[in-house]
């Protein structure tokens, strides 16, 4: 009933609340023909007087094809019309002009079936089937329906609008239940989202936690291990100071050959002349302050570019203040 207020207004809920009672449901055969055009509402009658029937567009479109087969082969008189639209509901729109209709609640659909009879009106002469009724259409059928509504009786009125408080109290006591539901899950849901909100707002203080404790003995592991170092650093500069000391305590040794003597004892020791092409030359100082003399000669790879290699002879360490000479060659410098 929610969707007939909507598409149609009240006026058409009226109608079908009034079709369903004895006194106002009458046939096109027992009502007597208008003397002017007029608008009425009827609902063929069955034995057992139930409801209108609230026809789908697909079943009521059914009824339609039905029909126009009895159309075509001239079978659709008045009585068959009737028998194959028992129970639906239609109104009187001209002296041969009915037209059923139906509603889809689910859909919120209005469909209608105009059907026109014969100039004699025993014979439906075509039948007109409309899914989804145009707003113009439903319009013009809730004028007509107001006709309608005017010859009802204030008794008719009365229950109409009983009927009516009724419907919308249930209404607003479906529409409080709906709220209070969905209160009720809103409130479970936004319970769950805090508790799911402090769970990990405790999660993360845990983890802040162990991370600054974690940070903490890192800290204290690299300061002790600082005070450590510290501590060797410590104890190795007061050993080089004492060294420094002892170092400068003693006298220097004396030195009484020079880098060219030094050459000159390695080449007289080898037996390596001015003229040989083996080269004598000075190279370094060790860490003990000696001579380290190197022996090589010069190979040449490459005549046209010149390009060659040193062929090492030997390496030897000639001492400054004596010119002891010993060979290094194993140390390979």
Known sequence: MKILKVAFGIPLLAILLASCSDETSETVSQKEEPTEKSTAVH????????????????????????????????????????????????IQVGDNQ???????????????????FDASGDYVENIN??????????????NQIQEQQKQLSDLEQQQMEKELDDYYAQLEEDRQKEEEAQ???????????DRKAEKERLAEEEKKQQEE???????????????????????SESEQEEDTEAFEEEEPAEQTVSQEQAIQLVRDQQGISEDSPLLVEYDHLDDSGNYIIHVYES????????????ATQGWYQVSPSDGAITDVTVDGY
């Open 43 to 90: 609902t063929k009658e069955n034995r057992n007087k139930t409801a209108v029937k609230e026809s789908s567009p697909n079943t009521l479109q059914t009824k339609a094809s039905t029909i126009k087969k009895a159309v075509n082969s001239k079978e659709a008189d008045r009585d068959y019309l009737l028998n194959v639209m028992n129970g639906y509901q239609y």
């Open 98 to 116: 009915y037209i059923y209709y139906g509603i889809n609640q689910e859909q919120n659909v209005f469909c209608m079936m105009e059907v026109n």
């Open 129 to 142: 089937f409309v899914d989804n009724a145009s707003e113009e259409q439903i319009a013009l059928l809730q």
């Open 183 to 193: 209160a009720k899950a809103d409130a479970e849901a936004q319970a769950e989202a």
């Open 213 to 235: 404790e974690e940070a903490q003995a890192k800290a204290d592991e690299e300061e002790a291990e600082a005070s450590l170092e510290d501590e060797a650093q410590t104890e």
């Open 299 to 310: 190979v040449v790879d490459n005549e046209e570019t010149g390009e060659g290699h040193t």
